[in-house]
């Protein structure tokens, strides 16, 4: 639709600007045409999930789109086989390479054929001839070639990326449920410990407080993670003292002192 829309204003403006640039009524029936499949493709997203080869026509309508656009305008003279590259990279995005390159090649299939048309007299339409006088065949295969390099190229960069973004998205949710089972499991440990352990963080904020330790301060986990310790465990301000100073200490120390259970 915004491709639609950017079309239309600027078919609008050269109309005004420069009449008879090119044939309106086509052009503007093409718009319409992107708006009509726009709704359609809109109306089939729910079922795109069932129904996987939505996505190959909506692919393939696309690249058809675009050659209508570049045979309106010109064919061989048309600014817009840039435009192929929309659907390329929208293929690469949601098949990755392998559909990038597919519709790659019917884009390029496509170019082509409205190439070959107009450089066979019986085959032109009345449409491309009024746009432009023909460039001389030499230019038009350098332009060819030129566009199909790009299609190629902008199909194999762009699958390449969504390659790469793929694997390092399952790398990290692998990574990632890893983690998850090692946390766990430190937990399930620490849980299971009969006597009371509790870790802080350097600021001596309660980072672990296991089952044993809540049973012993009459204190559940949940209200004593992220309270100064000292305040969970009643602790003197001596050994307050002595457990900050030895914070940063390497080697033990064990400290004793009278724990009342509130």
Do not use: K
Request: hydrophobic residues 55%; charged residues 10%; aromatic residues 8%.
């Amino acid at each position: 639709a915004m491709v639609g829309t950017l079309l239309l204003v600027g078919a609008t403006l050269a109309q005004v600007t420069a009449p008879g640039l090119f044939a309106v009524s086509p052009f503007f029936w093409l718009i319409a045409v992107i708006y009509a499949l726009t709704i359609l493709f809109a109306i089939s997203l729910p079922h795109v999930d069932r129904h996987r080869w939505l996505i190959d026509a909506q692919l393939g309508c696309d690249a058809v789109v675009v050659s209508a656009l570049v045979f309106v305008t010109g064919g061989v003279n048309s600014f817009f086989p840039s435009l192929y590259a929309l659907p390329i990279v929208a293929a690469s995005v949601i098949q990755f390479r392998r559909g990038g390159v597919l519709v790659a090649t019917l884009s390029g299939v496509l170019y082509l054929g409205i190439v070959l048309a107009q450089y066979m007299p019986p085959m032109v339409p009345a449409i491309v001839a009024q746009t432009a006088m023909l460039a001389p065949q030499a230019t038009a295969q350098y332009i060819v070639a030129l566009n199909l390099f790009g299609f190629f190229a902008v199909a194999l960069l762009s699958g390449s990326m969504a390659e790469t973004v793929r694997t390092t998205r399952a790398s990290l949710e692998r990574a990632s449920s890893e983690i998850a089972g090692l946390q766990a499991l430190n937990q399930n440990v620490i849980d299971s410990l009969p006597s009371g352990l509790v870790t802080t963080d350097p600021s001596q904020r309660i980072l672990t407080f296991n089952h044993a330790a809540e049973r012993i301060c009459g204190v559940v986990a949940a209200a004593a993670i992220g309270r100064q310790v000292a305040e969970v465990l009643q602790l003197p301000p001596e050994v307050a003292e002595a457990v900050s100073h030895d914070m940063g200490s390497a080697g033990a120390r064990r400290l004793e002192f009278r724990f009342r259970r509130p």
